[in-house]
């Protein structure tokens, strides 16, 4: 954890150079950076965060009323499962807010979040094993019933007051089943919400990685936007366009060959275009 957070730290340092370089109106500016960071945030319209939610307030009903201090006496089984619901839920959180300048920050505490869901299904699982039940099959009357109530898709403004609003609505409308006061309908049925909220997240999981295989992340904003800058800069510093294509051209130092360590004019419309010119201070 300690590493991304140490590269962020250094690429905000980077953007603070970037910033200085811009010459936009302070609106662009914005626009600009919003475009580098990308979006971010988004947790309260997926549907992934919507069932975890219930989950973990069906968690805490289901520990008060099925572990006394007789059968969980130093508390382990109920810490662990409202922790693991817990720990689902922030993780969510936190992967969203850092979806912006990390998508393997994003992966990473999403798959966290998977994890704790699988982790909590396991204690459901053992609860009804160990009180001589058997899970409900996936297709028996009351998965089936269970299954016909919808989770509503959240699309109202991204405030705490609004999504407490729409949360307890949802609660309520799930209510019979999760938290139920028969402790057998209650587990079944927590863990087919479980089950969803896992394939939800792993679809999630798989739509962010190929955003990131096709456009990059915050690295790849952050070089090109850099590029960009001094490209425009350069022009306004009278540097040459190119022979071939007419681009503005962008000062290189040859690595190899007889010139190698001697400055050139190279196109920035490179690997496309290969035109160079010699480099002279007034690129002439
Ligand atoms: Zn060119």
């Avoid at 382990?76 to 998508?103: C, F, L, W």
Wanted: include cysteine; charged fraction near 20%; charge should be positive.
């Amino acid at each position: 954890m300690v590493q991304p957070v140490s590269r962020l730290m250094s690429c905000i340092h980077c953007f603070a150079s970037l910033v200085s370089c811009l010459t936009p109106s302070p609106k662009h500016k914005v626009l600009l950076m919003t475009e580098i960071i990308g979006a971010y945030g988004g947790y309260r319209r997926t549907m992934s965060f919507g069932f975890t939610c219930l989950i973990y307030h069906a968690t805490e009903i289901f520990c008060q009323r099925n572990y006394s201090y007789q059968n969980d006496a130093l508390g382990k089984t109920v810490g662990q499962m409202i922790g693991a619901a817990r720990s689902a839920r922030q993780n969510i959180v936190e992967g969203s807010s850092r979806a912006g300048t990390s998508k393997e920050t994003e992966l990473r505490l999403y798959d966290v979040a998977k994890g704790s869901l699988e982790e909590l299904a396991g204690d459901y699982e053992a609860f009804l094993v160990g009180h001589g039940e058997i899970p409900w099959a996936e297709n028996s009357p009351q998965a089936l019933a269970l299954l016909s109530l919808t989770l509503d898709r959240y699309t109202g403004p991204l405030t705490r007051h609004d999504y407490g609003e729409y949360i307890v609505k949802m609660r309520n409308r799930f209510t019979s089943f999760l938290e139920a006061e028969n402790p057998v309908v209650a587990a079944n049925s927590i863990l087919i919400v479980i089950d969803q909220a896992c394939k939800l997240l792993h679809r999630q999981m798989a739509g962010i990685a190929e955003t990131f295989r096709e456009e990059g992340g915050f690295s790849e904003r952050m070089s090109k936007a850099r590029l960009e800058i001094r490209d425009t800069q350069a022009v306004s510093q009278g540097v040459p366009n190119c022979p071939k294509c007419g681009k503005p051209m962008r000062k290189m130092v040859a690595h190899k060959g007889r010139n190698a360590g001697n400055p050139f004019w190279s196109c920035t419309g490179y690997p496309v275009c290969n035109g160079t010119r010699n480099f002279t201070k007034e690129g002439n």
